[in-house]
């Protein structure tokens, strides 16, 4: 059974930095994608960041510039660095794993509160 559990939230005021951190239990995989969505009050999940198992990344929009993901796969663990952040970045943050192929399966953490407030 695979768990994901973030650490890393809180509030912070704009223009500040977080960093988002979640460790993945369980076996090796094989192709797989580790990723963080979020979610803000009355609104759907969005992806924010994702990186695949051999390091290629993809951002939203709205992020791209100011957040940086990254992984150790020695660890099993993924890391947002959000800087810059704004009012707007307010929400409940969640680490995702896929895999990918054979077996193919996901997975979600329990969430993160990030709240951007002066």
């Known amino acids: 059974q695979v768990q994901l559990v973030e650490s890393g939230g809180g509030l912070v005021q704009p223009g500040g930095s977080l960093r988002l951190s979640c460790a993945a239990s369980?076996?090796?995989?094989?192709?797989?994608?580790l990723g963080w969505y979020r979610q803000a009050p009355g609104k759907q999940r969005d992806l924010v960041a994702a990186?695949?198992?051999?390091?290629?990344?993809t951002y939203a929009r709205s992020v791209k510039g100011r957040f940086t993901i990254s992984r150790d796969n020695t660890k099993n663990t993924v890391a947002l660095q959000m800087n810059s952040l704004k009012p707007e970045d307010t929400a409940i943050y969640y680490c995702?794993?896929?895999?990918?192929?054979?077996?193919?399966?996901?997975?979600w953490g329990q969430g993160t509160q990030v709240t951007v407030s002066s």
């Open positions: 369980g076996s090796r995989w094989g192709h797989n994608v």
């Open positions: 995702n794993l896929r895999l990918v192929g054979a077996g193919a399966a996901e997975y």
């Open positions: 990186i695949t198992s051999d390091g290629g990344t």
